[in-house]
């Protein structure tokens, strides 16, 4: 998280956290009228470490259940109707999740190709499950550690929307054993991130101070952008009498448009600073550090000082929720998902590791749940700040126990204003029962994520991808 420049306290009024009203002010250019907006969409990546409890092997195949592995699928929805539903949802996401299915997607059949490519064992290994995962790169393999060669496709968002804004990136972690980070630099080091809440606080909102009560400049700016709408309604009038029939219509509609914003100028009153410091006092205890990070994210998106937010869930254990399995650490927890089948050598103990995995994995779901529920609890311009927003949630793992880089657990909420058709379960896996076959891979994903942002590029990473270019029936609708 570096800052690249000296915050005032009214940057925010540039980014999405004050009075947001999309003004598409008219310039009349060799004697055309064209329409203009500044806002921006916000993209929020939410990494958690490890994987999920998933069937998927290495192959592609399912484990049956009928072995030592546990044979179960907690992500998928449990219909394959293309509307995703809250009575669907999965025993993972299932109470947590439900008030935003109208406003995600569960995409299914994504591979880490990049990894499955290069790395040994199906590509399951940590380093290079972690190096590829954002990056879809190439792997040097040449030193004693595994390096990314391009950077994770959040870096290249960053650069093409931090003009206006302090921090290129806003990037936290609740601490776990991770093995590595996916989030990595142009020069393929790992981008550092910061685990301590109060740290972050420092640093994020150094020089914020709003001071509770309407904002003058706010109050300022309302009145700018009102005189600016009579400005262009006066451009319009001239350009009419100009303008053919056709054209008339077209700005008569535009107009119109116009009007409505100036209605809701009016009925917005005095405006009051939307941009407010999180309350480290509301949580004071270590579990809470995940919720705290939240609160970080979606205060520092209100008050505009980043428009790329990152947060990675480590593989931690969740004392403080229950113990009923006992181990030493996060990744333990997950690998003994293999030894708990009918024929595992603690079988005798299933019951002890669904009960603690179920609640450890839904913890880090509701993490998810509640930035979604603070980001649509915001109101931006016609819709919310989840409305302006793309959040991307995803592991480098879909099988805890097995290392699978296929079948990737990934939820994708928010449109990142209008950008995306959400409310869908899209699963890319065209066979049936436990076979596997898919011709969709992250290199696809990102591409379609980078295009939502601004960042045209035909195709995102290297040439391990099944096919190149966006994911097929996920493509950005401007």
Same mark, same amino acid.
């Given at each position: 998280?570096?800052?690249?420049?000296?915050?005032?306290?009214?940057?925010?009024?540039?980014?999405?956290? +004050?009075? @947001?009203?999309?003004? %598409?002010? #008219?310039? $009349?250019? *060799?004697?055309? &009228?064209? +329409?203009? @907006?500044?806002?921006? %969409?916000? #993209?929020? $990546?939410? *990494?958690?470490? &490890?994987?999920?409890?998933?069937?998927?092997?290495?192959?592609?195949?399912?484990?049956?259940?009928? &072995?030592?592995?546990?044979?179960?699928?907690?992500?998928?929805?449990?219909?394959?109707?293309?509307?995703?539903?809250?009575?669907?949802?999965?025993?993972?996401?299932?109470?947590?999740?439900?008030?935003?299915?109208?406003?995600?997607?569960?995409?299914?059949?994504?591979?880490?190709?990049?990894?499955?490519?290069?790395?040994?064992?199906?590509?399951?290994?940590?380093?290079?499950?972690?190096?590829?995962?954002?990056?879809?790169?190439?792997?040097?393999?040449?030193?004693?550690?595994?390096?990314?060669?391009?950077?994770?496709?959040?870096?290249?968002?960053?650069?093409?929307?931090?003009?206006?804004?302090?921090?290129?990136?806003?990037?936290?972690?609740?601490?776990?054993?991770?093995?590595?980070?996916?989030?990595?630099?142009?020069?393929?080091?790992?981008?550092?991130?910061?685990?301590?809440?109060?740290?972050?606080?420092?640093?994020?909102?150094?020089?914020?101070?709003?001071?509770?009560?309407?904002?003058?400049?706010?109050?300022?700016?309302?009145?700018?952008?009102?005189?600016?709408?009579?400005?262009?309604?006066?451009?319009?009038?001239?350009?009419?009498?100009?303008?053919?029939?056709?054209?008339?219509?077209?700005?008569?509609?535009?107009?119109?448009?116009?009007?409505?914003?100036?209605?809701?100028?009016?009925?917005?009153?005095?405006?009051?600073?939307?941009?407010?410091?999180?309350?480290?006092?509301?949580?004071?205890?270590?579990?809470?550090?995940?919720?705290?990070?939240?609160?970080?994210?979606?205060?520092?998106?209100?008050?505009?000082?980043?428009?790329?937010?990152?947060?990675?869930?480590?593989?931690?254990?969740?004392?403080?929720?229950?113990?009923?399995?006992?181990?030493?650490?996060?990744?333990?927890?997950?690998?003994?998902?293999?030894?708990?089948?009918?024929?595992?050598?603690?079988?005798?103990?299933?019951?002890?590791?669904?009960?603690?995995?179920?609640?450890?994995?839904?913890?880090?779901?509701?993490?998810?749940?509640?930035?979604?529920?603070?980001?649509?609890?915001?109101?931006?311009?016609?819709?919310?700040?989840?409305?302006?927003?793309?959040?991307?949630?995803?592991?480098?793992?879909s099988n805890a126990a097995t290392h699978s880089a296929r079948d990737l657990p990934i939820v994708v909420a928010g449109s990142a204003g209008g950008r995306f058709e959400q409310g869908q379960f899209i699963d890319y896996n065209t066979e049936s029962g436990t076979a596997y076959a898919t011709r969709a891979s992250t290199h696809n994903l990102w591409t379609s994520v980078l295009n939502a942002f601004g960042v045209p590029v035909d195709h995102f990473g290297n040439g391990d991808a099944y096919v190149e270019g966006p994911l097929e029936g996920f493509v950005p609708s401007v």
């Amino acid at each position: 998280m570096t800052q690249k420049k000296l915050f005032s306290r009214r940057t925010f009024l540039r980014g999405v956290g +004050a009075v @947001t009203v999309a003004l %598409p002010a #008219l310039e $009349l250019t *060799h004697g055309a &009228g064209r +329409a203009q @907006t500044t806002d921006a %969409p916000l #993209l929020f $990546l939410v *990494h958690e470490h &490890g994987g999920t409890v998933s069937a998927r092997n290495r192959g592609g195949s399912n484990n049956d259940g009928n &072995g030592g592995h546990h044979g179960m699928d907690w992500w998928r929805p449990t219909a394959t109707d293309r509307v995703l539903r809250a009575e669907n949802l999965s025993r993972l996401h299932r109470g947590l999740l439900d008030p935003f299915v109208a406003k995600m997607s569960i995409l299914a059949g994504i591979d880490n190709m990049a990894a499955v490519a290069q790395g040994p064992y199906g590509g399951g290994g940590h380093n290079w499950v972690n190096v590829t995962h954002l990056t879809c790169c190439d792997v040097n393999t040449s030193g004693e550690d595994l390096r990314a060669t391009a950077p994770s496709f959040d870096r290249l968002i960053a650069d093409a929307t931090s003009a206006d804004v302090p921090f290129p990136s806003v990037d936290l972690r609740i601490h776990g054993h991770n093995y590595g980070t996916p989030f990595k630099q142009a020069d393929g080091s790992s981008v550092s991130s910061s685990a301590d809440p109060r740290d972050a606080f420092a640093r994020i909102f150094a020089g914020v101070s709003p001071d509770g009560g309407p904002d003058p400049e706010l109050v300022a700016l309302q009145a700018r952008r009102k005189s600016v709408l009579d400005g262009v309604q006066e451009s319009f009038a001239m350009l009419r009498r100009r303008a053919g029939q056709a054209d008339r219509d077209t700005l008569d509609a535009h107009a119109e448009h116009i009007r409505s914003m100036e209605r809701r100028l009016d009925a917005l009153g005095t405006p009051s600073a939307a941009c407010t410091l999180p309350d480290l006092d509301a949580h004071p205890d270590a579990e809470t550090t995940g919720p705290l990070h939240v609160d970080l994210m979606v205060h520092a998106a209100r008050c505009g000082l980043s428009r790329v937010f990152n947060l990675q869930i480590g593989d931690l254990l969740t004392p403080w929720l229950g113990t009923f399995y006992a181990t030493e650490r996060g990744h333990s927890l997950g690998h003994a998902g293999r030894e708990v089948g009918p024929t595992g050598p603690n079988a005798s103990r299933r019951a002890d590791w669904e009960a603690e995995m179920e609640t450890n994995r839904r913890w880090r779901i509701g993490v998810l749940a509640q930035l979604l529920e603070k980001l649509e609890a915001t109101p931006v311009g016609d819709g919310t700040l989840l409305d302006n927003s793309l959040v991307v949630y995803s592991s480098e793992f879909s099988n805890a126990a097995t290392h699978s880089a296929r079948d990737l657990p990934i939820v994708v909420a928010g449109s990142a204003g209008g950008r995306f058709e959400q409310g869908q379960f899209i699963d890319y896996n065209t066979e049936s029962g436990t076979a596997y076959a898919t011709r969709a891979s992250t290199h696809n994903l990102w591409t379609s994520v980078l295009n939502a942002f601004g960042v045209p590029v035909d195709h995102f990473g290297n040439g391990d991808a099944y096919v190149e270019g966006p994911l097929e029936g996920f493509v950005p609708s401007v």
